[in-house]
C-alpha cells in the first residue's frame, strides 16, 4: 500500500540550528502539505503546493520557515534558526488534487525537539 | 477569524458504551468538513462531508454535518478499547482543525 514517507522520524536540535524535514507523498498526488502539530493541539497547516507551486502559506512563519518543492514530487521544510517553541511534530500529507473530494494521507510525522 | 472548535475536550467510557463527539465551526469558503482518527501516530480519514442531513456511515462510526447550524456531530457505538484515540475534525478550505476530543475506551 503506498504510503507517504517522512525523514527523519525524530530530530534534536540546539536553538538557532538549522533543521530540514523530507517528504516524499504518495506517487501521483499533485497535492502536498507541512502541518506542525503541537502537544494537545490539531495539525495547522504551514504550507499547500500544488505541483511545484505554492498554493497557500498564509501561515507559514517566512523570517525563519521555508518550504520547496522544486521538481513537484518530493518536499522539504526548513528551519532557520530553531527557536524553542518550533519544537512540534512536523506533518507532511498528500492528495491526489486539492479539492474536496480528495481524500488527504498523512505521513508518520517528524517530531522536532528544541533544546 | 476562522475557528473550529471541538468538544469535549477528553471523555473516558466503557466498552459497549455510545458516544457523540462534537465539532463547531466558523470558516469562510466552507468547502467540507473531515473527521481523522490519531492515535500515537499521524491522522488517518475517517469521513468527509459536504452535504447537510446525510450521515455516513463506516461500522459503528457515523457522521452527520449540519450547515444551517455550523457544526457536525461523531457517533460511535458500542466502543471498543481499539477506539481509544484523539479524533479530529477539520474544514477544508484551508484545512482547519480543531484540537480534538481525546476518547479512552476502560475494558
Known amino acids: 500500500e503506498a504510503e507517504v514517507a517522512q525523514s527523519p522520524r525524530y530530530k534534536i536540535t540546539e536553538k538557532s540550528q538549522a533543521v530540514a524535514f523530507w517528504c516524499d507523498p504518495i506517487?501521483?498526488?499533485?497535492?502536498l502539505y507541512w502541518y506542525r502539530q503541537i502537544l494537545g493541539q490539531g495539525p495547522e497547516l504551514l504550507v499547500q503546493?500544488?505541483?511545484?507551486?505554492?498554493?497557500?502559506d498564509s501561515q507559514l512563519p517566512k523570517d525563519r520557515f521555508s518550504a520547496e518543492r522544486l521538481k513537484g514530487v518530493d518536499s522539504t521544510l526548513k528551519i532557520q534558526p530553531a527557536e524553542l517553541g518550533d519544537s512540534a511534530m512536523y506533518l507532511c500529507?498528500?492528495?491526489?488534487?486539492?479539492?474536496?473530494?480528495?481524500?488527504?494521507?498523512f505521513g508518520p510525522g517528524t517530531r522536532l525537539t528544541v533544546l | 477569524e476562522d475557528k473550529v472548535v471541538q468538544s469535549p475536550l477528553s471523555l473516558v467510557v466503557h466498552e459497549g458504551d455510545t458516544v457523540t463527539l462534537n465539532c463547531s465551526y466558523e470558516?469562510?469558503?466552507?468547502?467540507?468538513l473531515l473527521w481523522y482518527k490519531q492515535e500515537k501516530k499521524a491522522p488517518t480519514f475517517l469521513f468527509m462531508l459536504t452535504s447537510s442531513g446525510i450521515e455516513k456511515k463506516s461500522g459503528r462510526l457515523s457522521s452527520i454535518l449540519d450547515k444551517k447550524e455550523l457544526f457536525s456531530i461523531l457517533n460511535i457505538t458500542a466502543t471498543q478499547t481499539g477506539d481509544s484515540a484523539v479524533y479530529l475534525c477539520a474544514v477544508e478550505y484551508q484545512f482547519y482543525f480543531g484540537t480534538g476530543t481525546s476518547l479512552t475506551v476502560i475494558p
Open positions: 500529507a498528500s492528495s491526489l488534487s486539492p479539492t474536496s473530494e480528495s481524500e488527504q494521507f
Open positions: 503546493f500544488q505541483d511545484e507551486s505554492v498554493v497557500d
Open positions: 506517487s501521483g498526488h499533485a497535492t
Open positions: 470558516v469562510t469558503n466552507f468547502r467540507s
